[in-house]
């Protein structure tokens, strides 16, 4: 009888069912993720000056400073000086991988999705009763009171807190009714009370950031169509192991030796 591949006390677990609990657990789309990640990456090798920049920007996003933070940190981690130079390591080769797969198609994606990434400041005040909101509207329109001094002592939302402020934030990010009004607004434009979400709305454009293709924008936009690409190949893989399970069938060696064969 095959020695199980974990026992203790009462509990073993042989490794045929390892696939089944990975899935039943919910941890099989990482696992997957992590191997392909293998696969993909492994005969990527970056440089020393790489691996050093790499190693100097974790440990600056961590604020790790010195031996004995890093020791604390490692501490707190679970890890040693030897497991993290190999997470590292791997994060960088994937890093490279995303560069080399995707930068080709940073600059059309961002074209495509520069009018939703743009960013904006607006004022809002939001009152439950039309004639109040028409009130204050007329205030502001003629400059009798500020918008951030009714906002501040009339908005039922959150915004009451900043003096009706909102942002930067991206048009993205913005419910449509909200985003298509300050899109085509220019700076200081006034929208009269409009019903929104159960109560009624005044909205000031007050400043356009548009977005730039600089270098943070670049990994996002790679991050974004890596992310997109690993979840469909994981998802592939999932659907051919449970369809295998479902006719009856152990997992097939062959998706295994598919994701690991180098």
């Keep these: 009888m095959t020695k199980p591949w974990i026992e203790v006390d009462d509990l073993r677990v042989n490794l045929e069912n390892i696939p089944a609990l990975l899935d039943r657990y919910n941890l099989l789309p990482d696992f997957l993720r992590r191997l392909l990640e293998t696969k993909y990456t492994h005969k990527i090798i970056p ?19 010195g031996k004995e933070s890093l020791n604390q940190w490692l501490l707190d981690s679970g890890l040693n000086d030897k497991r993290l130079d190999t997470m590292l390591y791997e994060r960088l080769q994937v890093e490279k991988f995303k560069k080399n797969k995707f930068e080709d198609k940073v600059e059309s994606n961002f074209l495509k999705a520069k009018e939703s990434l743009d960013r904006v400041m607006y004022s809002i005040l939001r009152l439950e009763n039309v004639d ?13 009171s500020s918008f951030s001094d009714l906002a501040a002592e009339y908005s039922i939302g959150s915004e009451k807190n900043f003096n009706g402020i909102i942002g930067p934030v991206e048009l993205g990010r913005l419910d449509p009714v909200l985003s298509e009004r300050l899109k085509i607004s220019k700076k200081g434009q006034l929208w009269p009370p409009f019903q929104f979400r159960n109560n009624w709305v005044i909205l000031r454009l007050e400043k356009h950031l548009p977005c730039k293709l600089d270098e943070d924008m670049r990994l996002r ?8 690409w690993i979840s469909k190949e994981v998802l592939t893989l999932i659907d051919q192991m449970r369809f295998s399970k479902q006719n009856g069938l152990e997992i097939k060696e062959s998706v295994i030796n598919k994701i690991t064969d180098k």
Aim: no cysteine.
């Design 47 to 65: 440089t020393k000056e790489e691996q050093i920049n790499y190693f100097q920007g974790f440990l600056k996003s961590k604020n790790i400073s």
């Design 221 to 228: 936009i790679r991050n974004t169509l890596y992310e997109e």
């Design 132 to 144: 109040k909101a028409q009130e204050l509207f007329t205030q502001i329109e003629e400059m009798e």
